[in-house]
């Protein structure tokens, strides 16, 4: 965007198993629609609409025509006309005449970022585009499903209710269980969210649940005073669509982005209503988990 480059995308993402476990949709006899789940890889493009992103930001795969004649025309050039630019910053890239006319700047992301929009993640003031950008960017298909959705549920709320991966806990050298989010457990059961968000939610709303947990009836609490709605409620518009959970969950992202009152687990920016005060990245402190009321001033 402030280099006025087209950005290269690999035309394939890896799919981790861990991630991808066929949990709330419903499984299939259909052979080739549950070894679609069963893939190592997606195309990128089933995710993303590249048409799309380029409205704002230039985009290609790197299996695109384009790709190769501009892969072709460096590689003749030699390496006057490609540049190896990791770790250097972007300030750099801008403003050094030395990359303005290159045909190729190779700047290969971190290997550990998924879903994460191109940000300094220690100074939010540097981000270059809004959160929502790359969910916004979802692939047709993934946002006419995710649509179709929204319209069965009508007027409704939704909650991101992160627990699984971020309640890891350890041992200390004495036995006793750490974690790095105390309050999570706890937070993020059904009891408290009635109690957290009673103030935000009124009672008899349509909730739309989307997480990671995956005890069968785990929220059912909630609906002594809220109609819940879960994505495996709507398997009949999913199951012929969703190859795997990737995506699924851009498409209930999409779904959230649509709710009238949207609660996140954890607090990303000032206006946010969340489940949790812990913060989702902290200073790597293990500390004893805390299951109750009664125990905050222990």
């Known amino acids: 965007m402030f280099l006025q480059r087209t950005l290269v995308m690999p035309s394939r993402m890896c799919i981790n198993p861990l991630h991808n476990k066929k949990g709330i949709l419903h499984h299939s006899d259909n052979a080739s629609l549950e070894d679609r789940w069963a893939a190592s890889s997606c195309a990128m493009d089933s995710l993303y609409d590249m048409d799309l992103i380029s409205d704002t930001v230039p985009v290609i795969l790197d299996n695109s025509e384009l790709w190769y004649q501009i892969l072709s025309t460096s590689m003749k050039l030699g390496a006057r006309e490609i540049a190896h630019v990791e770790g ?3 300030v750099a890239l801008n403003e050094n005449n030395l990359y303005s006319n290159l045909v190729l700047i190779n700047r290969t992301a971190s290997p550990l970022s998924w879903f994460m929009e191109c940000k300094d993640r220690n100074n939010r003031s540097a981000i270059m585009l809004p959160y929502s950008f790359l969910p916004s960017m979802a692939a047709k298909k993934l946002r006419d499903v995710a649509d179709k959705v929204k319209a069965v549920l009508g007027d409704y709320d939704a909650i991101h209710v992160r627990r699984g991966d971020k309640m890891k806990t350890r041992k200390d050298k004495f036995g006793v269980e750490r974690t790095l989010h105390p309050h999570l457990d706890r937070d993020t059961r059904p009891e408290f969210i009635l109690r957290r968000i009673e103030k935000w939610v009124p009672p008899g709303r349509t909730i739309f649940i989307a997480s990671n947990e995956r005890t069968p009836g785990f929220f059912s609490l909630l ?11 709507y398997s009949q518009i999913l199951d012929p669509l969703i190859e795997n959970n990737y995506q699924l969950f851009m498409i209930e992202r999409l779904i959230m982005m649509g709710a009238k009152t949207f609660i996140k687990t954890f607090k990303l920016d000032e206006t946010d209503l969340y489940l949790t005060d812990d913060p989702k990245k ?12 009664d125990e905050e001033g222990s």
């Open 88 to 90: 250097v910053s972007r």
């Open 223 to 233: 609906s002594v005073r809220y109609k819940l709605a879960y994505s495996s409620n």
């Open 282 to 293: 902290n200073n790597k402190m293990w500390q004893i988990p805390v299951y109750t009321m």
